[in-house]
């Protein structure tokens, strides 16, 4: 309990970029909370995991707590877990309206309320969500009303939340990537996939993860949605 070292609180941590943020926090030396829906015990003592729905607010609750019991603190929130189902708008279902919702902003809202409820206690925190590029272009070869409203709607808390708690001694920003190289893509998808971007590639987890270790350290960045999209954002 007397252990200084800060604390983070990840979201979506089992696979992907969740997976390479636990890494990189640890290499900052951060503890770590790592949570997803199916994630298994970590070998690290360092990191506590916490498996679960984060629609759930259970699941927020567990993770929250498991940080505080296990390292005393909540420094950092990395708001990682999110769907995304790319359909025509007519095509969406209930079932898909449901999911999107529940871990893209009811995840997000019970979790980050905790997550700062404790960040108060020492006036000091940081809460980080990945939205998407597409929030700020929409494209037709794309179309993704359902990502638009979901992580449209982070993007616009991230701002809120900025400045609600600015003179309390917490920042929040969000980082809106471009199309990432993960498992989600089959690799004969990859070349036209990259010709999507101004810069001509596809996007690597790692760009995600150095953008999120930046804001870590960026003391007087606040309210910041930071694109990392090879140019989309931009123009084209």
């Known amino acids: 309990m007397n252990d200084e070292r800060k604390v983070a609180v990840i979201t979506g941590a089992s696979q992907g970029i969740g997976a390479a943020l636990v890494s990189a926090y640890r290499n900052l030396n951060f503890r770590v909370v790592a949570t997803a829906r199916s994630i298994g015990p970590a070998d690290d003592e360092n990191i506590v995991s916490v498996s679960g729905d984060i629609s759930e607010r259970k699941t927020a609750q567990r993770a929250i707590s498991a940080g505080i019991d296990r390292f005393g603190r909540i420094d950092t929130l990395v708001n990682n877990a999110g769907i995304f189902i790319a359909k025509p708008f007519l095509q969406y279902t209930e079932a898909d309206y449901a999911a999107m919702l529940g871990v893209n902003l009811t995840g997000f809202f019970h979790i980050t ?11 000091s925190g940081h809460v980080v969500q990945i939205t998407t590029s597409l929030v700020d272009h929409a494209d037709v070869r794309v179309p993704s009303v359902l990502a638009s409203l979901t992580k449209g709607g982070l993007a616009a808390a991230t701002r809120s939340l900025a400045i609600e708690y600015a003179k309390r001694g917490i920042r929040a920003n969000a980082v809106a990537p471009g199309i990432i190289k993960t498992p989600m893509h089959p690799p004969e998808t990859f070349e036209q ?43 084209h």
């Open 113 to 123: 309320q905790l997550a700062i409820a404790e960040m108060e206690k020492h006036a």
């Open 193 to 235: 996939l990259a010709l999507m971007h101004p810069l001509g590639r596809m996007g690597e987890i790692s760009d995600i993860v150095d953008a999120i270790v930046y804001l870590e350290s960026a003391s007087f960045v606040t309210g910041e949605i930071l694109h990392v999209d090879g140019g989309q954002s931009a123009g």
